[in-house]
């Protein structure tokens, strides 16, 4: 049974950071991409940045030069270095693994999610 659990959410101010991991297991990590997303409250989950077999990684513009996601294969781990972190960053993040190799932002690409990790960023 594939199972992804998120952890390393919290609060923080603005400025500060925050490292999101996500095991996976009952699949291996490395045969597809895998993403973070984010969901606020009232709004639309969205991506927020993924990495494809390869090693090539998308971020969605709001993130670029603060965020940067990585994967440990062999561990079976995702990754999300959170830096300069701002207020319109608040919500809960998704690890989720997808069906291509590609790494989309699209959240219909992937199948299995994980239950999500709250980050809220103070002013």
């Known amino acids: 049974q594939v199972q992804l659990v998120e952890s390393g959410g919290g609060s923080v101010q603005a400025g500060g950071s925050l490292r999101l991991s996500c095991v996976a297991s009952g699949y291996n990590s490395g045969t597809s991409a895998m993403a973070w997303f984010r969901q606020a409250p009232g709004k639309e989950r969205e991506g927020v940045a993924a990495?494809?077999?390869?090693?090539?990684?998308s971020y969605a513009e709001s993130v670029k030069g603060r965020f940067t996601i990585s994967r440990d294969t062999v561990k079976n781990t995702l990754s999300l270095q959170m830096n300069s972190l701002r207020p319109e960053d608040t919500g809960m993040y998704f690890c989720?693994?997808?069906?291509?190799?590609?790494?989309?932002?699209?959240?219909?690409?992937?199948?299995?999610w994980g239950q999500g990790t709250q980050v809220t960023v103070s002013s």
């Open positions: 989720a693994a997808g069906s291509l190799a590609l790494a989309a932002l699209e959240a219909s690409l992937y199948f299995r």
């Open positions: 990495i494809a077999t390869n090693g090539s990684r």
